[in-house]
């Protein structure tokens, strides 16, 4: 049973830090893009950040581009979001993401949350102002 499982949400201030991660098993995902998207009560999950298999090609929403940076283990099947100068506007529930249900290499795929197949449980992340 394939499983991504998010950690590192919390409560932070305005100008804070935090770096969630995201541990998939059940298979390696070593091959396959990894993405973070976010989502508000009562809106449409948006993409945050992915990133290819190899690591050598990210894509950012624009609003987050500079503050930011997605990274990779694939030796350990994990994804990362570092995340710094956070803002109020940042606040929502952060999900990993992996795996494609098609080849594609087009930024539109990488930012489409219809792309992915498999998805974790989602991780909290607040920041106060």
Do not use: H
Not at 79 to 96: G, R
Not at 97 to 113: D, E, L, P, Q, R
């Amino acid at each position: 049973q394939v499983q991504l499982v998010e950690s590192g949400g919390g409560l932070v201030q305005s100008g804070g830090s935090l770096r969630l991660s995201c541990a998939a098993s059940g298979r390696t995902f070593s091959r396959d893009p990894m993405g973070w998207f976010r989502q508000l009560p009562g809106k449409e999950r948006e993409f945050v950040a992915a990133i290819s298999w190899s690591g050598n090609t990210m894509y950012y929403l624009e609003s987050v581009r500079g503050r930011f940076t997605i990274s990779r283990d694939n030796a350990n099947n994990t994804v990362f979001l570092q995340m710094n100068s956070l803002k109020p506007e940042d606040t929502a529930v952060y999900y990993c993401a992996a795996g494609a249900a098609n080849y594609c290499t087009i930024s539109a795929c990488y930012k489409s949350s219809r792309w992915y197949e498999y998805w974790g449980q989602g991780t909290q992340v607040t920041v106060s102002s």
